[in-house]
């Protein structure tokens, strides 16, 4: 196991905490939106203020923007769902990011999928549907299943960009662009939606809050942006499934 793998395995465990800390934050009075916005809010507030650009980097910056954007709309889709539709449901369906990665890099990037790695992700696909629990739908409980499958798409997609850049830029910038547009999305969203409250009902809420701001999102976000330019997105896809055994 080299480093790159190391830190993406390490990534993946932080990240594996989001839906747990999630329930928890849903189930002290916060909406969907405002877990959504505090899991980016936390690190924003700690990363953005040396936000600094050369020219040359503006177009990386800006594709790392649209990235956050993106992903700040289907975590909040993801968050939407797990209120909505059977929880082990709404897991299963995010950590089938490696087997969406794979026919991602197949069908964008031209990257056949090697014997052994489709076995790894029908293995996943068979251990996240071990936990998943056959369920009956209501007619309102199909749109925010659909809405389920934006996160892994976007990470799977993001993971391919991320292991293969246009353009260099240091971990924390790409962090730190990334936040912005998650930032840009949800705050706005979150005026507008007028919550009943902003903060958790009980003390023990805020260190959910700092938990899923820093041990979820902000640690692990910046070790696999370290980790996947090293491994490549295949494996790093394949390395990153540990976070369903974490979930």
């Known amino acids: 196991m080299n480093s790159g793998q190391l830190l993406v395995i390490t990534a993946a465990i932080g990240f594996g905490l989001n839906p747990m800390l999630a329930q928890l934050l849903l189930a002290d009075g916060l909406s969907p939106l405002l877990v959504s916005l505090y899991r980016f809010a936390i690190p924003a507030l700690i990363l953005m203020p040396w936000l600094r650009l050369d020219r040359t980097e503006y177009a990386e910056g ?27 449901l709404a897991i299963f369906i995010y950590y089938s990011y490696p087997v969406m990665s794979l026919l991602v890099g197949w069908l964008v990037y031209g990257k056949r999928p090697t014997p052994n790695r489709t076995i790894s992700a029908l293995l996943i696909i068979i251990a996240a549907s071990l936990a998943c629990k056959p369920s009956v739908f209501a007619a309102d409980q199909w749109l925010p299943l659909l809405g389920c499958f934006l996160a892994p798409l976007v990470f799977a997609i993001s993971i391919h960009y991320w292991s293969n850049p246009r353009q260099a830029l240091a971990p924390l910038q790409r962090m730190r662009c990334g936040l912005l547009g998650h930032l840009i999305v949800l705050l706005p969203l979150a005026v507008l939606s007028q919550p009943t409250t902003w903060l958790p009902a009980s003390n023990s809420g805020y260190l959910w809050l700092i938990a899923l701001g820093g041990l979820a999102t902000s640690l692990p976000q910046y070790l696999f942006t370290l980790g996947a330019p090293k491994v490549g997105p295949e494996k790093t896809s394949i390395a990153g499934a540990i976070e369903l055994v974490v979930a």
Do not use: E
């Open 62 to 88: 800006l594709i790392m923007l649209v990235f956050g954007i993106a992903n700040g709309l289907a975590m909040l889709a993801y968050f939407y769902a797990m209120t909505r539709v059977p929880i082990t």
